[in-house]
């Protein structure tokens, strides 16, 4: 099992910058994509960002693309979602995501095919 704890929300101004973390721990073996989704209340959970084992392949959503940025370390389990230029609209709480894969470059882009996630950390910003 893999447990996964997310860190660094809180409220910004519109413009301002945030930066989340997500840290792995448990059985961690293996190679895992790692995602950010975010949700809000009654609404489906959205696609943010993805990233490979690799680091090398980082898909974007366009609302967020060119502001934010994800990336990770496998030495500390840990992946980080950079939010710059914030908007009022990217107000949500945001969860990370874990998914086994079988090659070091796969990335994983659908809610439904992650295995694990985080408990999730609220993003709120202000106009």
């Known amino acids: 099992q893999v447990q996964l704890v997310e860190s660094g929300g809180g409220l910004v101004q519109a413009g301002g910058s945030l930066s989340l973390s997500c840290t792995a721990s448990?059985?961690?073996?293996?190679?895992?994509?790692m995602g950010w989704f975010r949700q809000a209340p009654g609404k489906e959970r959205e696609f943010v960002a993805a990233?490979?084992?690799?680091?090398?392949?980082?898909p974007y959503a366009d609302a967020v693309k060119d502001r934010f940025t994800i990336s990770r370390d496998n030495a500390k389990n840990t992946v980080y979602l950079q939010m710059n230029s914030l908007k009022p609209e990217d107000t949500d709480v945001y969860y990370c995501?874990?998914?086994?894969?079988?090659?070091?470059?796969?990335?994983?882009?659908?809610?439904?095919?992650?295995?694990?996630w985080g408990q999730g950390t609220q993003v709120t910003v202000s106009s």
């Open positions: 995501a874990a998914a086994r894969v079988q090659n070091t470059i796969e990335v994983v882009t659908t809610a439904t095919s992650y295995d694990y």
């Open positions: 448990g059985r961690v073996l293996g190679t895992y994509a």
């Open positions: 990233i490979s084992y690799s680091g090398g392949n980082t």
